[in-house]
């Protein structure tokens, strides 16, 4: 799981840093907003956001995240206790509200019973199965290593179980906000090349593409 913090006490910042990468979990963290702000759509699946932060405070970022990825995954971490800004953070679409001073035990608990594991193994049609975590695509004995970025495009892709992605969502999604356009599909050709079935990516409306994953990934999902 790929966490975003952004606490500007950096004791605390350390604490929470130290004890989820302790359990396996990838972390990336920041102490000032502005800095937080640009990094918001590098593919997280959790964020934890102090609310009083330097230069932008972590309700703009709340609403940045929002506006990118609506079913995203957010905590606020704040000793706030003015309820107009605590309704005003679930308005937002955080997913809890944890006050400070709290123990680094809650915010683990919170995260195994609030937010799933992504599943590692991902069934494709032609009998491939994409594994996350090895960042491996495995069809029989052919075994296809993908790069940071084919990872993310499948990420997403797979983020719409079926529907199409726009190449505005992939592109944000893999390269952030600042990309200049046209990379999608250079990245979809790529990746189209290296696999032994290249249907497993296609073209939905010339404007966007989905993967073709196999019917057992969406009973089970």
Known sequence: MKIFLVEDDELLNDIIVTTLRSLKYE????CDGKEAL???NNGYDLYLLDINLPNVNGLEILKRIKEYDND???????AEIDIKTILSAYDTGCNDFIKKPFDIREIVAKIKNTVEEEVNE?????GGKYYRNEKLIIFGNKTVKLTKKETSLLDILIKYKGKSASNEQIEVFVW?????GGYV???V??????LPYADIIENHTLSGYKIRLHKSFFEAN
Do not use: A, C, W, Y
């Open 176 to 180: 952030g906000e600042n990309v200049m």
């Open 189 to 194: 050709s790529k990746l189209r090349s290296k």
């Open 185 to 187: 599909r250079q990245l």
């Open 38 to 40: 640009k990094n918001v």
């Open 27 to 30: 972390v990336d963290t920041f």
């Open 72 to 78: 995203s995954n957010i905590f606020i971490l704040s």
């Open 122 to 126: 991902i069934p494709l049609i032609h």
